[in-house]
């Protein structure tokens, strides 16, 4: 599986929005994008995937250009209760194993 | 989508013991995993629960250390076994299900472990 690679950590204020990008340069054809959400002391929660352009849903959006080498999560207007470790991962379909980077520690400040 | 529960939440355990943590899923999973993760790393796989029949570990873990049971789609266990300060750690529980043209993994809230 193509290897990812994400900032250790990122800051923000309140109210902005975040956008949080990831590279996976040897990204296969039958292969796709997710991203984790992980609170400390919680399991990690799926926030969003996709395979190519744009997938938007209630929590966040993800851009994935043609090449789809990269993928940049944007989470909008961002407040306290988004601090939380995130993750960028590419998927095999056929339900194998997710296999976890270091994630990118996101810190939301008042 | 799946909800995923596990038990014990929390253990403290003496070395030389052995701990077993359950995980119940709310409907039926293709695939479950099991992964450990030390505070303040990322996740590690230790092993996939295959129903009725021996687990799939990783590199690193073995059967006689981690045995794992799926007896059948929606429950699986792992006992951590003779155990160390080492082993202190949050074990999590995962599974895929599969729905339209989505796949999607949903984890446990983990098991907090500590060995003195």
């Known amino acids: 599986l193509a290897k990812t690679t994400q900032p250790i950590s990122m800051d923000s204020y309140e109210g902005q929005e975040v956008n949080i990008t990831c590279s996976h340069n040897?990204?296969?054809?039958?292969?796709?994008i997710t991203w984790y959400q992980q609170f400390p002391s919680q399991g990690p929660r799926f926030i969003i995937q996709g395979y190519k352009t744009k997938v938007t849903n209630e929590v966040a959006s993800l851009f994935i250009p043609a090449d789809r080498k990269s993928s940049t999560l944007s989470l909008p207007r961002v407040s306290l209760s988004d601090t939380a470790v995130y993750y960028c991962?590419?998927?095999?379909?056929?339900?194998?194993?997710?296999?976890f980077g270091k994630g990118t520690r996101l810190s939301v400040i008042a | 989508s799946a909800v995923i529960s596990q038990k014990p939440s929390r253990d403290i355990c003496q070395r030389g013991t052995s701990l077993t943590i359950q995980c119940q899923v709310d409907?039926?999973?293709?695939?479950m995993f099991w992964y450990r993760q030390q505070p303040g790393q990322s996740l590690t796989l230790i092993a996939t629960?295959?129903?009725?029949?021996?687990?799939?570990?990783e590199s690193g873990f073995v059967i006689d250390k981690f045995p794992i049971s799926r007896p059948n789609l929606t429950f699986s266990t792992l006992t951590v076994s003779n155990m160390s300060p080492e082993d202190s750690s949050i074990y999590l529980c995962?599974?895929?299900?599969?729905?339209?043209?989505?796949?999607?993994?949903?984890f446990g809230p983990g098991t907090r472990l500590l060995v003195l």
């Open positions: 629960a295959n129903q009725g029949s021996e687990a799939t570990y």
């Open positions: 040897n990204i296969a054809t039958n292969d796709y």
């Open positions: 991962l590419v998927v095999r379909r056929g339900n194998t194993p997710l296999v």
């Open positions: 409907s039926q999973v293709t695939m």
């Open positions: 995962s599974g895929w299900t599969s729905g339209g043209d989505q796949e999607t993994q949903y």
